[in-house]
């Protein structure tokens, strides 16, 4: 992209030719000197001392200086693929090299003797491999790869840790001692978090849909529709969960046997649902409505009945709207769905407010990763799957 | 073919269209015109049950229409309006292939006949089938569009401005294709326009509509020759009323065997309007005339352009 090289070289100095990368960069260094990498404490009850990335590499680390000054260079290298390609390589191996470092050093640290020893992972480790991720996001984006190649580079930087995760390179860390304390609680959560999600969405598309028809068809429903949808999105979640344990309860007296309870999953499903409509409904109404009236003209003129005019034209051509809107809804509810453990629906919500109840905050961390996981996942995957069912179309 | 009965049809206090009776017979090109809010696109979605008419009767073929089911009388009768309607989530091939897949024709048959119709309207299949609409310019669409109407080989093609939004040049190519398609096929075509130009050049018989009733119906020439009230003539133009009446003729009409002429030869299919300009612009009074084959006939004079006293 020479235009692009002469313009971002017009605005400043000629030889800075990535100032993202710069900007990313400095900003790294800021926290390695600044911000604790890890913390050490003798139980995990009481706070640690903080070690910054200075304290923790030695000779014996000079290698992880190496994606480090391919980086810097990167910075003053005349744009092409190849050099976005070095920067997304080089990322990957620096973002690699910092959890295999943590991971490391916090072997040594707690050393064979005492089990006791807390190594927690310090504000620095996550300021650099969040300013590393972006700096390997930048990099795929300048690539401008395709969606399906983009997503398996996103992958495939995110891949190191895995293995290092599962080679075990990683269980000294505490957030991966109080993973192993609570195995099975983690799991039960992980999978009480994915009924809570899978149990909201649908509901919300079996009733969110049919709105979204409606709404698209007549607009004296739509205006007051989209107002009460509009004002359940405001009300903050705590409340809404609050104002359904009441009515619920009641309900559970008036019919016992039925399993109802004023707590627990059923509460939380409601008001997720309550949440989730308005994405849907609205991506629903919005897709047929930019559906040309000329299509459909010319398909009733051309001898198409109603059901084949929305299920042929209608449908399909609303179907990229709905899914974005499907998308938004998943990533919302599965963040949401973690404020339920507080009406006692589970899920890594209850990690989190375990944890913070009792200050632990990799507790916290525990709850908070897998559910920011979750989230990215499911945004990528129904992104994937908008673009495969439009790969037929323009 | 088509047999229009006292038909009405009022939207709330107006009448849209007010008692109109309009015989179409097989292979007739009829237009409908009028000034805006004159009935004629009412009249022609009625043809095909969009719009249901609440007085009188039409027949297509002898039968009420609403002795069919009004998918059925749809798909046995073209439609194209002007901003194509084609579907953008699918291909050239598939737009043309829709009635046909309503109609249940085995795949072999439908991927011929998208062919078949591609190289009719001039786009090359091959090029052309796998295309998306908004791969196309305005006048490849509406040929795609023309192409859909004719698709399931139907009884009759209704036609609602279908070049109305094309610039003159390519709605001109499009209005000769459709006059060829026309001769060669003998389909029954009923189109609306507000443009007089594009009903002189295409129907064979006009039909002029104001307020939701019949004004003038007759042919492009009749129209022009002896227009019924002061409004046809309004409606058509008075000052261009000598050229296009001379725009309905042709130069084959008017030439005289023999006789050598100086300058570049005309075509003998060439309109008399035309011919007027090229005698202006070359200032001459004689032009050479040649045939299809590019072989002399003779030469047209100038003074013969007015043709035998009426």
């Not at chain 1, 050490?40 to 706070?47: H, I, K």
């Not at chain 1, 014996?60 to 050099?83: M, T």
């Not at chain 1, 705590?238 to 004023?262: E, K, Q, T, Y």
């Not at chain 2, 299949?125 to 399931?152: E, F, N, T, W």
Request: proline share 5%.
């Amino acid at each position: 992209m020479p235009a692009l090289a002469l313009g971002r070289g017009g605005r400043g100095a000629a030889w800075i030719h990535n100032r993202v990368l710069g900007v990313l960069l400095c900003g790294g260094l800021g926290a390695a000197v600044g911000l604790a990498f890890l913390s050490v404490a003798p139980n995990r009850l009481v706070s640690g001392t903080g070690l910054g990335l200075r304290d923790l590499l030695g000779p014996a680390h000079a290698l992880l200086g190496l994606p480090f000054a391919g980086l810097v260079l990167a910075i003053f290298a005349r744009p092409s693929r190849a050099v976005h390609a070095a920067v997304v390589v080089s990322a990957a191996l620096l973002l690699a090299g910092l959890v295999w470092l943590a991971g490391a050093e916090a072997g040594r640290l707690s050393g064979a003797s005492s089990t006791l020893t807390r190594v927690s992972l310090g504000g620095g480790f996550w300021a650099l491999a969040l300013l590393v991720w972006l700096m390997a996001a930048d990099a795929v984006q300048r690539l401008g790869l395709p969606l399906v190649q983009r997503t398996s580079v996103h992958v495939a930087v995110l891949m190191p840790l895995a293995v290092l995760l599962g080679a075990g390179a990683l269980d000294q860390l505490s957030l991966l001692k109080e993973y192993a304390n609570r195995d099975d609680v983690f799991r039960a959560a992980g999978w009480r978090h994915l009924q809570i999600v899978a149990a909201t969405l649908l509901p919300a598309l079996l009733i969110g849909v049919p709105l979204g028809v409606a709404a698209a068809r007549s607009e004296r429903l739509a205006t007051p529709l989209f107002g009460i949808l509009n004002v359940i999105q405001t009300l903050p979640s705590i409340a809404l969960f609050a104002l359904l344990i009441a009515p619920l309860s009641g309900l559970a007296a008036a019919l016992p046997g039925w399993g109802i309870r004023g707590i627990g999953l059923l509460p939380a499903v409601i008001a997720l649902t309550l949440y989730a409509l308005l994405p849907i409904v609205h991506g629903t109404a919005a897709g047929l409505r930019q559906v040309p009236a000329a299509a459909i003209a010319a398909a009733t003129g051309m001898g198409m009945t109603v059901r084949q005019v929305f299920w042929r034209i209608e449908v399909p051509l609303a179907l990229p709207l709905l899914l974005s809107g499907l998308r938004v809804t998943t990533v919302q509810v599965i963040g949401l769905a973690v404020v339920a453990a507080l009406i006692g629906a589970g899920g890594f919500g209850a990690l989190v407010f375990q944890g913070l109840a009792s200050s632990a905050l990799d507790l916290v961390m525990l709850g908070v990763l897998p559910v920011v996981a979750l989230a990215i996942a499911a945004d990528a995957g129904l992104e994937l799957l908008t673009a495969a069912l439009q790969g037929a179309q323009p | 073919m088509i047999e229009l009965q006292a038909v009405g049809k009022a939207f709330g206090a107006t009448q849209a269209v007010d008692g109109v009776s309009l015989t179409i017979e097989r292979g007739e090109f009829v237009v409908l015109i009028g000034p805006s809010g004159s009935g004629k696109s009412t009249l022609l979605k009625m043809i095909n049950r969009l719009v249901e008419h609440d007085r009188g009767k039409i027949l297509f073929l002898g039968a009420e229409i609403r002795s069919f089911r009004p998918e059925d009388i749809r798909r046995r009768m073209g439609y194209a309006i002007q901003s194509t309607g084609l579907f953008p989530h699918w291909s050239v091939a598939r737009n043309i292939a829709t009635v046909p897949e309503l109609l249940g024709w085995p795949a072999p048959r439908i991927a011929a006949r998208v062919d078949e119709l591609l190289t009719l309207l001039g786009l090359e299949p091959q090029a052309y089938r796998g295309r998306y609409p908004h791969q196309l310019s305005g006048g490849q669409q509406q040929r795609v569009g023309v192409a859909r109407a004719l698709a399931a080989d139907p009884e009759a093609l209704l036609m609602d401005e279908p070049f109305g939004a094309l610039d003159p040049i390519t709605r001109q190519t499009l209005q000769d294709e459709l006059a060829h398609i026309h001769r060669a096929s003998g389909k029954t075509i009923v189109l609306v326009t507000h443009d007089i130009d594009e009903a002189l050049r295409l129907a064979t018989r006009i039909v002029l509509l104001d307020r939701g009733r019949i004004v003038q119906a007759g042919t492009p020439a009749q129209l022009l020759a002896q227009p019924a009230t002061d409004f046809v003539s309004d409606f058509i133009g008075r000052t261009d009323l000598g050229l296009r009446l001379l725009g309905l003729q042709t130069v084959a009409e008017r030439v005289r065997a023999g006789g050598l002429a100086e300058g570049t030869a005309i075509a003998a299919t060439l309109s008399l309007r035309d011919a007027l300009s090229l005698f202006v612009e070359r200032h001459v009074d004689q032009l050479p005339v040649v045939d299809a084959q590019g072989r002399a006939v003779g030469a047209l004079h100038f003074a013969d352009l007015l043709g035998p006293q009426r």
